[in-house]
């Protein structure tokens, strides 16, 4: 037979004490069609279980729980978890035992043993996993370490009593040969058990499940319950509606506003709600106290609630007044006078019915998936879905720190600033002037009561939408809108969100791993030279040559780039003129207030062009702010803020002369060799000849010697072609070719090339010689003329000295739609081998319902024979260094270039979500690192 | 690539003899990173040239380097080995010519021992330096000494000059002489590490340098140079040519410990008195730049050594039983605290993970024993992100960390440090800017790494400032001796939580 005893629910989910347990057995006799049925917590549930003993009973525990076996030696409890349980969910004494000491039954290893089995159950329990100790558990203090462990990580701890008679467990120990303990220990732990039974449903667990003898152990069933906050299989769209506070006048306002039908009764009073397109309500808490009509807007939520068209979280104040109207002490302040006032003009009735609603309500509900948490003082991410006293603390009371403030109010921990969680958390509980996000938190209680306002924010499209105040209906203890406690401060991003070991999801590229040395590389590079993060909001990505060319004293070659987008299905393609310069990226806000607004930079600065690596462009930030004013001019001038309805604009472009940034390294690397060359091949030319002139024979050498002196010639020329002289911005031009993002939009994930192009041509015109143009032209890959006119192009523009042009697809961001054959179609040429995990393509995030593929190259570059000696030096066009050049390997770097453009991807799209500053610092960061894993820098 | 000698000794053939190398023959000589060739432009018996020309297969070269970072293999492939007599120029010229080296001529041993008048020229001798070192390494060696600077490129005149310098050296000298020279000076000269340095490196100098190398009044820039500044080499050679000579090892070592030079190295920081350490990139900075600096031996002890005592008093009068060291980087002022029984908890971290290897190493932590390393901690962090693992310290020191740190990136410094990891006590030393001008020598900044020096005054509102929007008491102390008009050549701020 089975007894279901209610356990002491103060200990597991705080205060109120009614009223978790309440709702967990209400819940059960709702929800559990064929679970332990009736009401739990007495007679009847036993007998209803009897009722049921035939069939096999039902043993019903939280999805998230510590499950408890309680039994003796023998009784059959592996069996029993082995045959309800996954083998991973079960962590037997016994295992953990024989892991320490290589001996199941080495008594000696017994504390090993269970600090083992604690640290495990422990390490489980906080990542959300269901855990059922298979352990004899027959003596108190054994269950009362498992039932801290389980307050710990805020779950659920249930116990099940394998209860068998003494003589079936010593049977079964007795045919056991891995067991060879006393006769006299079964009854021992026997008669722990018995004494347990009397107090174990006092000890914590939410319930004790006594299934008695074989018969019923062997026929019982489990069962899951969902937590009370589990309400993800609701999807909204939701209105969520922050601190009422007795205004009903501003309610009905805001609900009307929001597009509600408010139902009336007889007497005009609105008691329910619904809305024509099928949404639902979720109110944050402190509907009540302070405000004018308390009973009023009571009314109507729980109309609304009883209706399935709302859903309402407690706040601290509903928590309070319903201890107060059960009677119980309480400290009337803070509007507590005024709700029991008008309470007390209401009906007896409608109070005990006002009670039970309040009493009832719970602290925190997950929606949509998990990806929405409502909270009245919200949650930390470690606390979403759990149940215990500290989380119900935190959702209504927020993290307080125990200090008060000098207005006696309570001072809080800005859990907000450290939020990393991925489910956007909706609270109030602290007035706030305006609601703003904080790390995908969002506080909407804007103080009505006080004279502010009533605010909700639409769920999924983040719209916030807020009526006035009609009076102030109460004075505030602080002064509305004075700085509370841990502001926001989205410049700082914390150690934990770059370092170690780390997956960025992409949602282009699926899950890219950065390892933990590339992102300790990335970090120093980072904090010692890169710009302020706030404006390093995308980091180019590296980008690939063809395979290598064939043709006579070619190393690269436009056919090849061809030939690789036709084999991944992509005709037209765009051919961009590379220029000579430094790769750029240009942050523009129309204004000091857009800066602030969507960058958080609050020091008049209004952009930055920075560097691949994200350094600054200039050294003096005079000159950054002067080169981004002109841009802004040119924006403005092209009327791009108004065509795209933004006052922000990321772009991509090359910053030339490659001088103006490159000039030490011209120096050290380039110049620097050519001036060795210059000044030694000719001398040793001249002591050949002289040798020659003497009839030595030195021809071969002589003749490479002259050869090489050509070379070097050549090679000073390739380079000096990139360099002018600059005086602050003069001679400084930049080359705009694509439009990362700007407000709500990516166009880098969304636009074809022509597109950009074609805005951007309007900006070179408006740009006043300092916006460069490029030069393109466009190539249809199934007709041979047009690819050889490209062909020719790139000829052209590289004879004339030029870098080369890299080839895209037009249409921008492109997939290779999954075929049968996928495996067939990953590059089989040039793939290196040791590219291994990290190397691995990246393919679309699957799991969002249709996987659009793998990724296509965004671009290939086809450098010119001429700007290559820069790149593999003077003599790379000699024969026997070409061959040996021709066998290099393009594997990793086309991996990394999709991965880094994948991260890249991520990053604008993050940023034009809104999301919050460490979610757009993630990728961009992973970029960074990724620069650092080992790829021949010449590809 | 290329070296000719040239004689007027009489008959002038007899170059042929000593290199033992024949006049009327081309010869090629394989090497490890390409093939050397020895030919002769002229052989007459009034005047004969020998030519070494040495061709570098940059491939080859590359591939006996191993792995390197990927910054560095652009510059293993864009070269300037295949044209400049460089430190692998003069191994080459130690194979090739290894006999006429020693001095040994078994047909004609008069000519080995006689002086002779010779001319040497090197057409592009990388020389970091320039001709003015040049000079002093080869003039006290009796040459005669033509060097000019070679213009890194025409048409960019605003570039100046390339660290090539065209040399020719006359004189009159025993060829193994001169030849034994060149094979220690040009890698001293080109001071650039292309090849491992072992241990037998050693031996090699104290063999080439016999006779002239005790002598020379810039050793201890050879010595240092071309063991390549790893410190215990050079203390070795020191030690060795000492033996040699007649001086004690004391007066031939370097005016800097050992750590300090090798960090001046890692950091590319100036060194006091010469420029000759200034700008490697391969050495990049951390956070600390404490030991090099331009700071000279002052008579108080160095002014590293007065920095780390004014922060160790600091320390003691805070009564600090834990401390965190943000910006430790290779651990100096670490092993100090831990010499501080009163220290119960220490912390070191910076952001660069090759100094905090560094630190590890220097302080022993793996040989350390265990009462002694629970003591202390190192990771790696940045103070531009909020990190925990700062949190809980009775003090936090910024040794010569600020200056270090784009100003724009200062503010998010302030409340990473004093916002959130608010430790009861923080110490910042930066340097002084106004005394730099008591640095004859000096130009611009004290190290390449600093994003700028504060004046007393700009320190001072920084301080004031940050204490007042932490919450913090502010102090004020000079550190080093202080100049009645430009102040201390350090200052230092202790602030105090209220």
Redesign the interface.
């Known amino acids: 037979m089975t007894e279901i005893v209610s356990g002491t629910g103060g200990e597991v989910a705080g205060p109120p004490v009614s009223q978790t347990v309440s709702q967990t057995v209400s819940q059960t006799v709702s929800q559990a069609v064929g679970r332990a049925g009736g009401r739990a917590g007495g007679e009847d549930a036993r007998e209803g279980a009897r009722g049921n003993a035939g069939e096999g009973v039902v043993v019903s525990v939280p999805e998230l729980s510590l499950v408890v076996l309680v039994g003796v030696s023998g009784s059959g409890k592996s069996t029993f978890a082995a045959r309800h349980f996954r083998p991973s969910q079960v962590i037997s004494s016994d295992f953990c035992r024989a892991l320490v000491s290589d001996d199941e039954n080495d008594q000696a290893a017994t504390p090993d043993a269970f600090a083992l089995l604690h640290h495990i159950v422990g390490v489980r329990l906080r990542r959300g996993l269901l855990t059922v100790v298979d352990a004899t558990n027959v003596q108190p203090h054994a269950r009362k370490q498992l039932i801290a462990l389980a307050k710990e990580h805020h779950v659920l701890a249930d116990a099940i009593v394998i209860d068998v008679p003494e003589r079936v467990a010593a049977e079964r120990n007795a045919s056991r040969t891995d067991r060879d303990f006393g006769p006299h220990v079964i009854p021992r732990q026997a008669k722990d058990l018995r004494r347990s039974l009397r107090g174990i449903t006092r000890e914590g667990f939410r319930r004790v499940h006594h299934l008695r003898g074989v018969e019923q152990v062997e026929a019982a069933v489990m069962a899951y319950e969902k937590a009370w906050s589990d309400r993800t299989d609701l999807t909204g769209p939701f209105d969520v509606i922050g601190d009422v506070h007795g205004c009903r006048a501003e309610l009905e306002t805001l609900l009307g506003e929001l597009g509600w039908e408010i139902a009336r009764d007889a007497r005009g009073r609105a008691v329910g709600a619904s809305h024509p397109e099928g949404r639902t309500a979720v109110f944050v808490g402190d509907l009540v106290d302070r405000g004018p009509d308390t009973p009023g807007v009571l009314r109507l939520v729980m109309g609304m609630v009883a209706a399935g068209t709302a859903l309402c979280v407690s706040g601290n104040h509903e928590s309070k007044l319903a201890r107060a109207l059960q009677g119980r002490k309480v400290r009337v302040a803070h509007g507590l006078a005024e709700s029991l006032e008008q309470l007390a003009a209401e009906p007896e009735e409608f109070r005990a019915e006002a009670l039970r609603f309040m009493d009832g309500l719970i602290s925190h509900y997950r929606l949509d998936g998990g990806r929405l948490v409502v909270a009245h003082a919200g949650l930390k991410e470690a606390y979403h879905g759990r149940a215990s006293g500290r989380v119900r603390s935190f959702a209504l009371y927020g993290d307080t720190t125990g200090e008060t403030d000098e207005y006696g109010l309570p001072v809080r921990y800005p859990w907000a600033r450290e939020y990393r969680g991925r489910a956007m958390v909706v609270y109030g509980h602290t007035p706030v002037p305006e609601a703003e996000w904080v790390n995908n938190t969002i506080c909407l209680d804007t103080g009505v009561v006080f004279g502010g306002k009533l605010t909700a924010l639409r769920y999924p499209s983040r719209e916030i939408v807020s009526v006035p105040a009609e009076r102030e209906w109460y004075a505030p203890a602080r002064p509305l809108g004075t700085a509370v406690s841990g502001g926001r ?1 989205p ?9 170690g070991t780390r997956y960025v999801d992409t949602r282009f590229g699926g899950r890219i791993k950065v390892h933990e ?1 590339n992102a ?2 990335a ?2 590079i ?3 030279f890169a ?3 706030r404006w390093l909001v995308y980091l180019p990505p590296t980008m690939s040559p063809p395979e290598t060319s064939a043709l006579d004293g070619l190393l690269e070659h436009p056919a090849e780039a061809f030939a690789a987008y036709a084999a991944e299905g992509v005709t037209e393609v765009v051919c961009e003129e590379k220029h000579m310069g430094s790769r750029a990226v240009a942050v523009l806000c129309r204004t000091p207030e857009a800066a602030a607004r969507r960058f958080g930079v609050e ?1 008049g600065t209004t952009g930055l062009v920075h560097t691949r690596t994200g350094r600054p462009f200039f050294a003096d ?1 005079a000159l950054g702010e002067e080169l981004v004013a002109r841009l802004r001019r040119a924006v403005t001038a092209a009327g791009l803020w108004e065509e795209l309805g933004t006052d922000w604009l990321v772009l991509d472009a090359e910053l030339l002369p490659w001088s103006a940034k490159a ?1 030490r390294l011209i ?18 030319e ?6 020659a002139a ?1 009839g ?3 021809s071969a ?1 002589l003749e ?1 010697t002259t050869r ?1 002196a050509a070379n ?1 010639a050549r090679f ?1 020329e390739a380079y ?1 072609r990139y ?1 002018w ?1 600059v005086s602050g911005l003069d001679g400084v031009r930049l080359a705009p070719f694509q439009i990362l993002a700007c407000e709500g939009r990516t166009p880098a994930a969304t636009e074809p090339h022509t597109w950009h192009l074609d805005l951007l041509d309007r900006l070179v015109a408006a740009g006043e010689g300092l916006v460069a143009p490029t030069r393109r032209v466009f190539a249809d890959l199934t007709d041979d003329a047009s690819a050889r006119a490209a062909i020719d192009w790139w000829t052209s523009l590289t004879a004339e000295g030029g870098e080369g042009m890299v080839v895209k697809p037009v249409a921008g961001l492109t997939f290779r739609p999954p075929a049968p054959a996928a495996q067939a179609v990953r590059p089989a040429e040039g793939t290196d081998g040791g590219a291994g995990e990290e190397g691995a393509v990246p393919a679309a995030r699957a799991g969002d319902g249709r996987s659009p593929g793998r990724l296509v190259q965004p671009g290939i570059k086809v450098r010119g024979r001429e700007y290559l000696r ?4 003077p ?1 790379y066009t000699e024969p026997e ?1 070409l061959d ?1 050049l021709r066998q290099r390997f393009l594997g990793r770097k086309r991996s990394l270039a999709l991965r880094e453009y994948a991260l890249g991807l991520e990053a604008l799209a993050r940023l034009a979500d809104g999301e919050p500053a460490w979610r757009v610092h993630e990728p961009v960061f992973a970029v960074l690192a990724l620069e ?1 894993e ?5 590809l | ?2 070296l ?1 000698i040239t004689t007027t000794a009489v008959p002038a053939t007899d170059l042929g003899y000593l290199l033992h190398k024949h006049p ?3 010869q090629e000589f394989g090497q490890a990173f390409g093939t050397a ?1 020895v ?5 007459s018996a009034e005047r004969c ?1 020998a ?1 070494l ?1 040495l ?1 570098v297969d ?2 080859r070269l590359a591939r006996t380097r191993g ?1 390197s ?3 560095f ?3 293993q ?4 080995r ?4 460089s430190s692998l120029f003069a191994v080459t010229l130690g194979d090739v010519f290894r006999t006429a080296r020693a001095g040994r001529c078994a047909a004609r041993p008069e000519l080995a021992a006689a002086e002779i008048p010779l001319e040497l ?1 090197i ?2 001798l ?1 020389c970091r330096g320039g001709p003015e070192l040049a000079r002093r390494l080869f003039e006290p060696l009796g040459w005669s000494v033509e060097a000019e600077a ?4 025409e ?2 005149p ?2 100046g000059e ?3 310098v ?1 040399l020719t050296l006359t004189g009159v000298r025993r060829l193994s002489d001169a030849l034994n020279h060149l094979y220690v000076l040009l890698p001293v000269l080109d001071d650039a590490k292309h090849y491992w340095v072992a241990a037998d490196e050693v031996d090699k100098l104290v063999r080439a340098g016999e006779g002239w190398l005790a002598a020379h009044p810039e050793r201890s820039l050879i010595t240092r140079r071309y063991l390549g500044r790893r410190g215990s080499l050079t203390r070795a050679a020191f030690a060795r040519l000492a033996e040699l000579g007649d001086e004690t090892e004391e007066t031939l070592e370097p005016p800097v410990e050992e750590d300090v030079a090798a960090d001046a190295v890692r950091r590319g920081g100036p060194d006091a008195g010469s420029a000759e350490e200034t700008g490697d ?1 391969a050495g ?1 900075p951390s956070g600390e730049d404490r030991a090099a600096g331009p700071e000279a031996p002052a008579p108080g002890g160095p002014l590293n050594a007065r920095r780390h005592a004014a922060v160790l008093d600091a320390l003691d009068e805070l009564e600090a039983a834990s401390v965190i060291d943000l910006g430790c980087g290779s651990g100096q002022l670490l092993r100090e605290l831990l010499e501080r029984p009163a220290l119960t908890r220490i912390a070191g971290t910076d ?3 090759r100094s905090l290897a560094m630190a590890a190493r220097r302080l022993r932590l793996d040989r350390m024993g265990e009462r002694q390393r629970e003591r202390i901690t190192l990771f ?10 700062f949190a809980g310290y009775d003090a936090a020191v910024l040794m010569e960390v600020v200056e ?1 740190v ?4 200062l ?2 410094l302030e ?2 440090v004093f916002g ?1 990891a608010r430790p009861g006590a923080v110490i910042v030393t930066t340097p002084n800017a106004e005394y730099n001008v008591r640095y004859e020598w000096l130009t611009g900044m004290r190290h390449p790494d600093h994003r700028f020096e504060w004046t007393r005054a700009e320190f001072a509102a920084w301080a004031e400032r940050v204490a007042a929007e932490h919450g913090y008491r502010l102090e004020y102390r000079p550190v080093g001796d202080e100049d009645p008009e430009v102040g201390a050549p350090t200052q230092m701020g202790v602030f105090r939580r209220d």
Not at chain 1, 491 to 499: F, M, P, S, T
Not at chain 1, 667 to 684: F, K, T
Not at chain 2, 39 to 43: L, Q, R, T
Not at chain 2, 77 to 80: E, I, K, M, Q, T
């Open positions: 401060d410049g700082l991003l914390d150690i934990g969100d770059v370092q040395d300790a590389a970090l120093e980072m904090s010692r710009a302020d993060p020091d930030p000039t120096q050290d690397q380039y110049a620097s060799v050519g001036a060795a060359a210059g000044a030694a091949l000719p001398a040793a001249a002591a050949l000849r002289a040798a003497r030595l024979d030195v050498l490479r090489r070097a000073r000096g360099c002289p820069i790149i593999y030096g003599d260094r040996r650092s080992p790829v021949d820098p010449r | 690539m290329l000719t009327e023959k081309a060739h030919f002769y432009p002229e052989a040239t030519a020309l061709d940059p491939v792995r970072s990927p910054d293999s652009l510059g492939y864009v070269n300037d295949p044209y400049a007599a020229r057409p592009a990388p070679v213009p890194l490129d048409r960019f605003g570039w390339s660290r090539y065209r990139a990049a952001v660069s993970a790696q962090g940045a103070l531009t992100y909020t990190d925990d693992r270090h784009d100003p724009p990136r503010g998010a409340r990473v959130t």
